[in-house]
């Protein structure tokens, strides 16, 4: 099986798998969910790319939607403290700025449509309801996500439209939202080995032993 770029299935997988390695040594991967991501490249059928774990975010747009005229100013994987979201709201801004909180997303690369089918009957267990089949072919893209998100207007094009006590309320909230977030990965690595298959994929085997993430 061939994808883009001539490449086969199974070279196309390693390749995947010698990137996230590469990612976590500088510093690019979202480190709490390596152990779903190992659990997705054990199976011999998927093999998962640009993933992320949910992050909270402050975006300088006109809406929080909007992909042109759009810049992030702040993101995080993990929950923000208060003097952080001060210190993103003391610097200018060009249109309006948005606190949101944003879940989990995976890319999985599957080598059929029954394995579409078992990755989304575990993403759906697992809370991901808003997942699907992003791209048919040789090479179908499942996309995993979830309904967790909050965006919050924290400025409009000419002030801040809120005070000390209602920003600190805020982000106590975004971070209660992320948490949220996170536990749909723990659901969803559970839901994943529930449904492991009986042949593993051998490269990530001994690399998840070592981990503990596989007796």
């Known amino acids: ?24 040594r500088i510093g690019y991967l979202d480190e709490d969910i390596l152990d779903v991501l190992i659990e997705i490249f054990l199976r011999p059928g998927s093999y998962p790319k640009s993933s992320c774990s949910g992050r909270i975010t402050v975006i300088d747009a006109k809406y ?23 210190r993103v709201l003391s610097r200018p801004w060009a249109y309006r700025l948005w606190l949101s909180v944003q879940g989990p997303i995976y890319h999985v690369y599957v080598d059929s449509l029954s394995e579409a ?52 309320r805020i982000v106590d909230t975004v971070n209660d939202v992320l948490q949220q977030a996170k536990e749909r990965n723990r659901r969803l690595l559970s839901a994943l080995r529930r449904r492991r298959s009986r042949e593993l994929w051998q490269p990530a085997v001994e690399k998840a032993r070592q981990l503990g993430f596989l007796e």
């Not at 072919?137 to 006590?165: H, K, M, Q, S, Y």
Request: proline share 2%.
């Open 117 to 168: 089918e078992e990755i989304l009957a575990a993403a759906r267990e697992a809370g991901f309801k808003h997942s699907g089949v992003m791209v048919l072919g040789d090479t179908p893209l499942v996309e995993l996500r979830t309904g967790v998100r909050a965006d919050v207007l924290l400025a409009d094009e000419e002030n801040i439209l809120v005070d000390e006590e209602a920003l600190r």
């Open 64 to 86: 929080p939607w909007a992909k042109d005229d759009t810049m992030t100013v702040f993101k995080k994987h993990s929950m923000v403290s208060y003097e952080e979201i001060e």
């Open 1 to 24: 099986m061939a994808q883009s770029g001539g490449k086969t299935w199974q070279e196309a997988k390693i390749e995947a798998w010698e990137r996230l390695w590469e990612d976590l």
